[in-house]
Antibody, heavy 119, light 109 residues
Framework: EVQLVQSGAEVKKPGESLKISCKGS????????IAWVRQMPGKGLEFLGVIYPGDSDTRYSPSFQGQVTISVDKSINTAYLQWSSLKASDSAMYYCARQTSGYFPYHYWGQGTLVTVSS | EIVLTQSPGTLSLSPGERATLFCRAS???????LAWYQQKPGQPPRLLID???SRATGIPDRFSGSGSGTDFTLTISRLEPEDFGMYFCQQYGTSPLTTFGGGTKVEVK
């Protein structure tokens, strides 16, 4: 069974750093892109970026380039999303999702990680 | 970047009624690589339709997608109580980069 399991909720202060994770299981992790999607409270879905674990090829949405960093540790089937200096506006639910190489939508999603940034 | 605009923002309907949701792209979506998702509170999105008109595995046939180019439609033929929630469209013709629409809320009238 394909599963994407994300790390737990985080409460941080502005200016702090954070790294959240997404662990894949039940499939060949290195052969599928992992995407990160933001959902601010009561709002829509926003694509942040995507990484291919096989070769760490990483692409970012122009809106989020430089704002977040996506990485992967294929030895433990885990992708990461990190911030070096959080802002209150980073408060949101963050989802990871799996994408088959080529032109495919997201069939599998993680359960989400809620990030709250507040002083 | 392709911008997707969904309408209406909110659709107020009763169970048993037909729901029609729209998604318009700022430029042609390559090979109709357009998906629809349903999302309920506290849950991740669930894929309903891909390739503009193909139902994903396990999706009831009351859900149907149509359209091409820049204009796409999701139709729910007869709303069931479990169909109320948020709906998003996504274009993946620029994969692995992608964009989502702002969403339509289908609520009980």
């Amino acid at each position: 069974e394909v599963q994407l399991v994300q790390s737990g909720a985080e409460v941080k202060k502005p200016g702090e750093s954070l790294k959240i994770s997404c662990k894949g299981s039940g499939y060949g992790f290195i052969n599928y892109w992992i995407a990160w999607v933001r959902q601010m409270p009561g709002k829509g879905l926003e694509f942040l970026g995507v990484i291919y674990p096989g070769d760490s090829d990483t692409r970012y949405s122009p809106s989020f380039q430089g704002q977040v960093t996506i990485s992967v540790d294929k030895s433990i089937n885990t992708a990461y999303l990190q911030w070096s200096s959080l802002k209150a506006s980073d408060s949101a639910m963050y989802y990871c999702a799996r994408q088959t190489s080529g032109y495919f939508p997201y069939h599998y999603w993680g359960q989400g990680t809620l990030v709250t940034v507040s002083s | 970047e392709i911008v997707l605009t969904q309408s209406p923002g909110t659709l107020s309907l009763s169970p048993g009624e037909r729901a029609t949701l729209f998604c318009r792209a700022s430029q042609r979506v390559s090979t109709n690589f357009l998906a629809w998702y349903q999302q309920k509170p506290g849950q991740p999105p669930r894929l309903l339709i891909d390739g503009a008109s193909s139902r994903a595995t396990g999706i009831p046939d009351r859900f149907s997608g149509s359209g091409s180019g820049t204009d796409f439609t999701l139709t729910i033929s007869r709303l069931e109580p479990e169909d109320f929630g948020m709906y998003f469209c996504q274009q993946y013709g620029t994969s692995p980069l992608t964009t989502f629409g702002g969403g339509t809320k289908v609520e009980v009238k």
